[in-house]
């Protein structure tokens, strides 16, 4: 699955995401409920719908919405201290914050917001990732205040140039 996500988020193919997530979602079901493994799976397939949702001219809001069901259910089962912990924290909370931006429901963004922060407080200081941490948290919360205070006073370009950064990181 990974070599097909690389290829698909370089080429955008979509039959390419599509094998890459029939891979990763076999995967997954041939992974014992407590193996330790599990996590790694539900992460690859959660991340791959996720990608796919933002790469495809015409998304699936189911493979959003199974994304986002998958990063959850890593996020339940991986112990603070796992590797992946912040990747799963970040994927799901960038998810979240997307389908704010298509929905509009402010509970995704205030979510997304907690994501981070608990993301961010996982992270030490002295950490070389933890400016990446912080600055996600940041565009989170300058989000958020663009659309509750005066969405008006933001141009498109703005709002734009915090999305690119933000899905750059």
Do not use: W
């Not at 955008?12 to 493994?37: F, G, I, Q, V």
């Not at 996020?75 to 970040?90: A, F, G, M, R, S």
């Not at 205070?149 to 690119?164: G, L, Q």
């Amino acid at each position: 699955g990974g070599v097909l996500q690389s290829r698909f988020r370089l080429l955008r193919h979509a039959s390419d995401y599509d094998l890459a997530k029939e891979n990763y979602r076999r995967a997954l079901e041939l992974t014992p409920d407590t193996h330790p493994t599990r996590i790694t799976r539900l992460y690859q397939l959660g991340d791959c719908l996720i990608i796919g949702r933002f790469a495809l001219k015409n998304p699936q809001d189911d493979d959003d919405d199974e994304g986002i069901r998958l990063l959850r259910n890593a996020d339940e089962i991986t112990p603070d201290d796992h590797p992946l912990k912040t990747y799963i924290l970040n994927s799901l909370a960038a998810t979240l914050q997307g389908r704010f931006d298509r929905k509009g429901d402010f509970e995704d963004t205030n979510q997304a917001i907690m994501l981070h922060r608990r993301g961010n407080s996982l992270v030490p200081d002295d950490d070389p990732t933890k400016i990446q941490h912080l600055f996600r948290l940041g565009c989170s919360l300058l989000i958020q205040h663009t659309q509750r205070v005066r969405p008006e006073a933001y141009t498109p370009s703005i709002r734009d140039a915090i999305y690119t950064v933000y899905g750059s990181l």
